[in-house]
């Protein structure tokens, strides 16, 4: 079907046929390429893998390989490589609004081989991959999403292969948008407190515009329409983009791919914006105070801290 959120039950049938496949597609990837690296004794799994991660990973055994089974392996691993990148950038816009189908493909790319990446005439699939993951990893606060995109850019762009290059260059405009973000969300002010309804409509309408350019915009686009106070909605905002750089930054050194020119270093103006826009935006949400009565009518004060901070 054309559009596999549909109505129809043949529709609804299909997408749960579809997000069984891919599970399946996932798990059975993960599954080859352990096994592979286990019958050539690779380090394949675990070359990138947190070390708090590694302790869980198959490792090589210490009995000698059979004869081929090196050769065996690299053959398998290739032709599995050829076909996820094939796949991979259909399916990522295919399933670009299902959250558990996104985060079982999105950890796909980190089992391509480098030599796969680099053939030339994967080289459109490829740059599709990682537009579509860096646009996704910029619309979408899902953690496990956001952590696999981050596990498996930070893959691409240190493995070596022809196009590393290109995944650097995409991730620093990835960096640059969720900077930028972060500028204009901290410069932003919230709506007054007693606005008249004419301007509180005309706020609504105003950030409703702003919206629909995700790269652009002061608050989240993944936000609107959850939040009904606009100190809330924007706070939220700047806590998604600081989530999204903090995961990212994690698996990889953005001081090596956030380089300039010019005299400015942008790792100093970004820690800069984010250091003096969060104290400026705890300076402004003073802590509130509730009141309220105990069995003796006594009243007590109750000082509570917004959760976001």
Same mark, same amino acid.
Not at 18 to 32: D, G, H, N
Not at 50 to 74: F, I
Not at 90 to 98: A, E, G, M, T
């Given at each position: 079907?054309?559009?596999?959120?549909?109505?129809?039950?043949?529709?609804?049938?299909?997408?749960?046929?579809?997000?069984?496949?891919?599970?399946?597609?996932?798990?059975?990837?993960?599954?080859?390429?352990?096994?592979?690296?286990?019958?050539?004794?690779?380090?394949?799994?675990?070359?990138?893998?947190?070390?708090?991660?590694?302790?869980?990973?198959?490792? @090589?055994?210490? $009995? #000698?390989? *059979?004869?081929?089974?090196? =050769? +065996?392996?690299? &053959?398998?691993?290739?032709?599995? %490589?050829?076909?996820?990148?094939?796949?991979?950038?259909?399916?990522?816009?295919?399933?670009?609004?299902?959250?558990?189908?996104?985060?079982?493909?999105?950890?796909?790319?980190?089992?391509?081989?480098?030599?796969?990446?680099?053939?030339?005439?994967?080289?459109?699939?490829?740059?599709?991959?990682?537009?579509?993951?860096?646009?996704?990893?910029?619309?979408?606060?899902?953690?496990?999403?956001?952590?696999?995109?981050?596990?498996?850019?930070?893959?691409?762009?240190?493995?070596?292969?022809?196009?590393?290059?290109?995944?650097?260059?995409?991730?620093?405009?990835?960096?640059?948008?969720?900077?930028?973000?972060?500028?204009?969300?901290?410069?932003?002010?919230?709506?007054?407190?007693? @606005?008249?309804? $004419? #301007?509180? *409509?005309?706020?609504?309408? =105003? +950030?409703?515009? &702003?919206?629909?350019?995700?790269? %652009?915009?002061?608050?989240?686009?993944?936000?609107?329409?959850?939040?009904?106070?606009?100190?809330?909605?924007?706070?939220?905002?700047?806590?998604?983009?600081?989530?999204?750089?903090?995961?990212?930054?994690?698996?990889?050194?953005?001081?090596?791919?956030?380089?300039?020119?010019?005299?400015?270093?942008?790792?100093?103006?970004?820690?800069?914006?984010?250091?003096?826009?969060?104290?400026?935006?705890?300076?402004?949400?003073?802590?509130?105070?509730?009141?309220?009565?105990?069995?003796?009518?006594?009243?007590?004060?109750?000082?509570?801290?917004?959760?976001?901070?």
């Amino acid at each position: 079907p054309t559009n596999h959120r549909g109505n129809k039950t043949s529709d609804r049938a299909e997408v749960a046929k579809q997000r069984v496949l891919i599970q399946m597609l996932s798990y059975a990837a993960k599954a080859e390429v352990a096994s592979i690296s286990h019958l050539s004794q690779s380090t394949f799994l675990i070359q990138d893998a947190d070390p708090d991660d590694k302790a869980t990973l198959p490792t @090589a055994q210490e $009995e #000698k390989p *059979k004869r081929n089974s090196k =050769s +065996r392996g690299a &053959s398998s691993h290739e032709i599995l %490589s050829i076909t996820i990148l094939k796949a991979l950038p259909n399916l990522l816009v295919k399933f670009k609004s299902d959250i558990p189908i996104l985060k079982s493909i999105s950890i796909l790319p980190r089992y391509l081989l480098p030599n796969v990446v680099s053939l030339p005439q994967r080289k459109k699939d490829f740059i599709s991959l990682i537009e579509d993951l860096c646009e996704i990893y910029n619309r979408e606060s899902d953690d496990v999403l956001l952590d696999n995109i981050a596990q498996s850019l930070a893959f691409l762009a240190s493995s070596d292969h022809s196009r590393s290059r290109d995944v650097r260059a995409e991730v620093k405009r990835l960096l640059e948008g969720i900077a930028e973000r972060l500028n204009k969300q901290m410069a932003s002010e919230p709506e007054a407190k007693g @606005a008249t309804s $004419e #301007k509180s *409509k005309k706020s609504r309408s =105003s +950030r409703k515009n &702003s919206n629909r350019s995700a790269s %652009s915009a002061s608050v989240d686009s993944s936000l609107e329409g959850a939040l009904v106070s606009p100190r809330e909605y924007l706070e939220q905002s700047i806590c998604l983009s600081l989530k999204r750089l903090k995961i990212l930054s994690y698996k990889i050194d953005v001081s090596h791919i956030m380089t300039s020119e010019s005299e400015d270093d942008p790792i100093k103006l970004l820690r800069d914006c984010i250091v003096d826009g969060v104290s400026k935006k705890l300076e402004m949400r003073q802590v509130d105070k509730e009141f309220e009565k105990d069995d003796d009518e006594t009243i007590k004060t109750i000082a509570t801290i917004p959760p976001i901070w």
